[in-house]
């Protein structure tokens, strides 16, 4: 990928998804986990269009419980990214984490933090907008 000045990566976690599939696994619930799946697979996926509408994001990954974007700083709003999350937690009744950052090694540290922190949270580095 193209190196961008005054870019941004957005890197997000959907939280406690281990622990759902363990507890519907574990009381045998496997219609349960099938829903729980789908569910999150499409809002996922929705949560990927939005972020790429919102921000103009270069998406690298959207799979699973993960999401990874290239955003143009000029382009990122904290503000807006906290009300794609409260959607993505309305559809898919999980809620998701974000590290932003100026490079891809800080945002993972600063996703590290925001599901250290609890979850539902989004932390960047500096002076994020």
């Not at 990928?1 to 759902?20: H, K, Q, W």
């Not at 699973?64 to 955003?71: E, K, P, T």
């Not at 933090?113 to 932390?123: D, Q, T, V």
């Amino acid at each position: 990928m193209a190196t961008m000045t005054s870019a941004l990566y957005i890197l997000g976690d959907v939280d406690r998804v281990r622990e759902s599939i363990e507890r519907h696994l574990l009381a045998g619930r496997l219609d349960a986990l099938k829903q729980f799946s789908d569910t999150l697979t499409a809002a996922v996926g929705i949560l990927a269009q939005r972020i790429h509408q919102a921000f103009s994001a270069d998406i690298i990954m959207a799979g699973g419980d993960d999401v990874l974007f290239y955003v143009p700083q000029n382009r990122f709003s904290k503000a807006d990214l906290e009300t794609i999350a409260q959607q993505f937690t309305s559809e898919s009744g999980c809620t998701i984490s974000f590290g932003v950052a100026a490079d891809i090694i800080t945002a993972y540290v600063n996703l590290r933090r925001a599901k250290s922190s609890g979850g539902n949270a989004i932390i960047g580095s500096g002076a994020i907008p």
